[in-house]
């Protein structure tokens, strides 16, 4: 079972976002049922956009994209034994109580990134992400944006990535920022609170991704069938 960006409930709601429909949760699901899932073994269904939809059950791994608003998710609690994949330490306090939690970072499909790389950079600085994380910036320890700085946000996958390769700074967060690194672009993380945990170097790839997840899935269900066995509860 996998629930993912072409199940028809989360197609009306990205519908129903107007240019808010380019977003992460959309990307990175796409990124996850290509490269992550097939380098996964578990028995375990999946849920990659983090929405109560239709087919969703007990025991499935489900991937949290709403850093921001993470006490949305009260709808976990309605289902068991859940693997809760959280790129934000915050989330994952904020659903611990919902399922066993993976604390695993934004991952970018690196390969697709690089062919957009260019030769010669024309433009400056620009920012990118959604609308509401430039919007939200208004923590004192967040990095000052000077007001010639272009942003780029509301485009299309492939229009982005054509538009970001052409910058020397790129100030960003999360996927957008990996993979302005990816694109050879100085990046300058703003500080904000709802950002994911990043990794050293600048990107992490889907697959180092489904690495991680692997040993993590493994260390939950191996001590879940340990804690079976000692309870009496296993299948004889």
Not at 127 to 144: C, E, L, Q, R
Request: aromatic letters at 10%; hydrophobic letters at 35%; a positive charge.
């Amino acid at each position: 079972m996998i629930i993912d960006h072409t199940h028809p409930e989360y197609i009306e709601l990205r519908k129903a976002t107007g240019k808010g429909k380019y977003n992460g949760c959309y990307y990175y699901s796409r990124e996850i049922v290509k490269n992550i899932i097939p380098n996964v073994k578990t028995w375990r269904g999946w849920n990659t956009v983090g929405k109560d939809v239709d087919g969703m059950q007990d025991h499935m791994i489900v991937f949290l994209h709403d850093n921001s608003t993470p006490w949305n998710y009260e709808w976990l609690h309605k289902y068991k034994d859940l693997v809760l994949v959280c790129s934000s330490k915050y989330t994952a306090l904020s659903v611990a109580y919902s399922g066993h939690v993976v604390l695993l970072p934004m991952s970018i499909d690196v390969d697709y990134v690089k062919k957009f790389k260019v030769k010669r950079k024309t433009k400056d600085t620009c920012f990118v992400g959604n609308i509401w994380v430039k919007d939200n910036m208004t923590d004192p320890d967040s990095v000052f944006i000077p007001d010639n700085t272009d942003f780029l946000s509301g485009m299309g996958r492939v229009h982005l990535l054509r538009e970001l390769a052409k910058y020397k700074h790129c100030i960003a967060i999360d996927r957008c920022a990996q993979e302005a690194a990816v694109l050879g672009c100085k990046v300058t993380r703003p500080e904000t609170r709802y950002g994911c945990d990043y990794v050293k170097g600048g990107y992490f790839s889907n697959q180092q991704a489904a690495k991680l997840l692997q040993a993590e899935l493994d260390k939950i269900d191996n001590n879940k069938e340990v804690n079976e066995r000692v309870s009496g509860d296993a299948p004889r």
